[in-house]
């Protein structure tokens, strides 16, 4: 009879409690988890003027797979139980034993603080039926390519030179760019995806330091918007479309990507990466994405991921 073969070493898990308010550690944290032999780390950063206030726990370790406790969803499960109140991310295999070759996110209410459009449409004096379009767009209510078409269309003879205006108010969300330069430190690079528009992201992504960029295009005529969009609209399928080509353009295995969005037209990337992080996130997308985080804050995720920490491997 041959030997039987050598078994597998367990694979390494992350399981991450994020919080505004101090956390604590309990005393057995990781009994609860089924993790053996991990290691513990409670990182909090106070109120500034850069951001909130915020706590990550951050539990790595080899799973040992009994009762299904290696089960992502369980180990979400136990991790609530153990830090009520918490939102909890499970960082996978992939991103534990390497970090992140690619971060994609979106950029309306994720990478920013706000919708650009609805920015825009504060100039054009139709913010009020500009937002209760969004609003349905971003719970998957209605199409999100033609509720764009039905909101740029309020923009029609606004001025180009409103565009310097709206990027001059522009605020990164909180942590933005320490997320994006953890992330190109670390050998790897971020991309940013949008429903909004190529004249604000283009500049923003130059700012932040961001690889690549996608967004739509107003058309302008006489120096003012049309109020129709030029070229192909930027839907959820062009957004997984763009994860893909990024992935494939620098060799970076889908696993070792993560994507963060808050929409129902992130939804699809979202799931197309190794992990997607929905953020800040309408209700019907946090029934739909598991990992998630309400605080406004990026920060925390550089906690998460691992950034600039060795690599647990398997």
Request: aromatic share 2%; proline share 9%.
């Amino acid at each position: 009879m041959s030997p039987a073969p050598p078994l597998s070493p367990p694979a390494p898990v992350v399981v991450c409690a994020i919080s505004p308010r101090p956390l604590g550690v309990p005393h057995d944290l990781l009994g609860r988890l089924g993790l053996s032999g991990g290691r513990v780390s409670l990182v909090s950063s106070p109120p500034d003027e850069d951001g909130p206030a915020w706590s990550v726990l951050r539990v790595a370790g080899p799973a040992s797979g009994e009762g299904g406790v290696g089960d992502a969803q369980a180990m979400r499960a136990r991790m609530r139980e153990a830090v009520p109140g918490a939102d909890v991310i499970v960082v996978p295999a992939e991103l534990v034993a390497a970090p992140p070759g690619l971060v994609v996110t979106d950029v309306d209410a994720t990478l920013v603080t706000s919708e650009v459009i609805e920015e825009l449409a504060a100039l054009a004096g139709t913010l009020e039926e500009v937002a209760r379009i969004t609003a349905e767009a971003m719970d998957g209510r209605i199409d999100f390519a033609e509720s764009l078409r039905r909101r740029v269309a309020t923009l029609a003879g606004l001025p180009v030179s409103v565009f310097a205006r709206v990027l001059e108010s522009l605020a990164p969300t909180p942590g933005a760019a320490a997320l994006v330069s953890s992330v190109r430190r670390a050998g790897g690079v971020v991309g940013a995806v949008s429903g909004g528009f190529e004249e604000v992201v283009g500049p923003l992504a130059v700012r932040l330091g961001i690889d690549h960029e996608t967004a739509n295009r107003l058309e302008v005529s006489g120096g003012a918007l049309t109020g129709r969009v030029a070229g192909e609209v930027v839907t959820a399928e062009v957004k997984v479309r763009e994860l893909r080509r990024w992935a494939a353009l620098h060799d970076v295995p889908l696993e070792r990507a993560v994507s963060i969005g808050d929409g129902a037209n992130d939804v699809p990337m979202l799931r197309a990466a190794g992990l997607g992080i929905a953020f800040c996130a309408k209700p019907s997308v946090r029934a739909r994405i598991a990992d998630a985080v309400s605080l406004r804050s990026l920060a925390p995720l550089v906690e998460v991921l691992g950034l600039g920490r060795p690599a647990l491997t398997p």
